[in-house]
Each structure stands twice: as structure tokens, then as C-alpha cells.
Antibody, heavy 118, light 112 residues
Framework: QVTLRESGPALVKPTQTLTLTCTFSGFSLSTSGMCVTWIRQPPGKALEWLARIDWDDDKYYSTSLKTRLTISKDTSKNQVVLTMTNMDPVDTATYYC??????????WGQGTLVTVSS | QSVLTQPPSVSGAPGQRVTISCTGSSSNIGANYDVHWYQQLPGTAPKLLIYGDSNRPSGVPDRFSGSKSGTSASLAITGLQDEDEADYYCQSYDSSLSGSEVFGGGTKLTVL
């Protein structure tokens, strides 16, 4: 059974760095083809693809957010970490992690709402 | 403004058929990259509905189908049911964006 769970602060201040952790089970990120993707959704708005890390440690970032994002993995802990620097109120959103295979996100976490406010 | 364009809303009566379009360009759908579709019920995480243009994951009713032609893809829902009322998103890869995937702007389906 594949499960993913996002964790991190519910509230961050403007200019701070956000660190989110995706803890998963039911698959290994060392298996060829496996990937974990981060996606976010501002309240009432559309999904936005953020970043992906592959089983071979290749990393891909949203072109518009590339300078602010870092994705990493700890295969032994079954965790993927996303950091986003210089947070702004427009970054207020529900952040999801998902398992990706062949580009499709087939299992999603429940999401974690992050509010950016002073 | 997403590189994949979806209509903001569609509607249909129970039992009817509706389609949702996803229009891209030569750097994504037109380059024959896979299109995936997700259903997001109110207050829940998105769920994979269609993958690889037209494939249904196990458990997805065959009322849902996907297709692709040229620079566009479509999601069709037949025999519309009340529980189909949700937001629907398309997703594909875009070669002009340094290896990143993109989502459409989403379509709200209302069952009348």
C-alpha cells in the first residue's frame, strides 16, 4: 500500500525559508523509474507543478521558481525534502507530494496548508 | 496563465455526456508527450483519472475516457453522475520548460 504524508510548518513569515518533508511508504525511491513530485495549490486556484526528484537523483524544477527551490531525498528514511526560500504571501497554498511514474502522479499525499503571513 | 488551456467550467445534466478540452502547443501535447488527467473532489487531494492519454487506472469507471489529437487532448465523461462534480486538471510535459511538467488551469464540472 502506497502512502505519502507531507509535514512542515503551517505558518511562515515573509522572507523566511520553508522546509517541507514528504514521508512515504509502499515503494522505494531507489527503484528504477520511481520519482517524487511536489505540487502546490493556492486557495481556490489551480495546481502548480513545483519540482521532481528521480530514483537516480536527477532533479527538475519549475522554470518560474527554480531559483528558490531545492529538492533532495533520503532513500534510507523514505523521505523527500523541498525547501523554498524567500517566502511571500503569494506562496500561501496547500503543498502536495506525490509519487510519479512515467510523468503521472499516481499516489498523492493529503496535502499541507502553508500560510505566509507576518 | 498555464501553457495548457482548459475551459474554466462545463456543466451537464445527470446521464449526459460532457467533454473537457486541454489545449497545448508543439512543445507539449503536440510533441506527443503523454497527457494525464486528475479529478479533485471538493476538499480532497487530486486523484489520477487518466494516464498516458487514454488509460484508466484500476478502479476508475469506464465512463471516463481520454483522447488526444494534434496539440489538444480531451476528457470525456458519459452517463454523468452527481458524484462527478469536481475540478478536473490535465497535465503534460513541456520541452521548452527545462524538463518540467505543467498542469492546465483546471475545469470545474457542475452536474445540473
Amino acid at each position: 500500500q502506497v502512502t505519502l504524508r507531507e509535514s512542515g510548518p503551517a505558518l511562515v513569515k515573509p522572507t523566511q525559508t520553508l522546509t517541507l518533508t514528504c514521508t512515504f511508504s509502499g515503494f522505494s525511491l531507489s527503484t528504477s523509474g520511481m520519482c517524487v513530485t511536489w505540487i502546490r495549490q493556492p486557495p481556490g486556484k489551480a495546481l502548480e507543478w513545483l519540482a521532481r526528484i528521480d530514483w537516480d537523483d536527477d532533479k527538475y524544477y519549475s522554470t518560474s521558481l527554480k531559483t528558490r527551490l531545492t529538492i533532495s531525498k533520503d532513500t534510507s528514511k523514505n523521505q523527500v525534502v523541498l525547501t523554498m526560500t524567500n517566502m511571500d504571501p503569494v506562496d500561501t497554498a496547500t503543498y502536495y507530494c506525490a509519487r510519479s511514474l512515467g510523468g503521472k502522479a499516481d499516489y498523492w499525499g493529503q496535502g499541507t496548508l502553508v500560510t505566509v503571513s507576518s | 496563465q498555464s501553457v495548457l488551456t482548459q475551459p474554466p467550467s462545463v456543466s451537464g445534466a445527470p446521464g449526459q455526456r460532457v467533454t473537457i478540452s486541454c489545449t497545448g502547443s508543439s512543445s507539449n501535447i503536440g510533441a506527443n508527450y503523454d497527457v494525464h488527467w486528475y479529478q479533485q473532489l471538493p476538499g480532497t487531494a487530486p486523484k489520477l483519472l487518466i494516464y498516458g492519454d487514454s488509460n484508466r487506472p484500476s478502479g476508475v469507471p469506464d465512463r471516463f475516457s481520454g483522447s488526444k489529437s494534434g496539440t489538444s487532448a480531451s476528457l470525456a465523461i458519459t452517463g454523468l453522475q452527481d458524484e462527478d462534480e469536481a475540478d478536473y486538471y490535465c497535465q503534460s510535459y513541456d520541452s521548452s520548460l527545462s524538463g518540467s511538467e505543467v498542469f492546465g488551469g483546471g475545469t470545474k464540472l457542475t452536474v445540473l
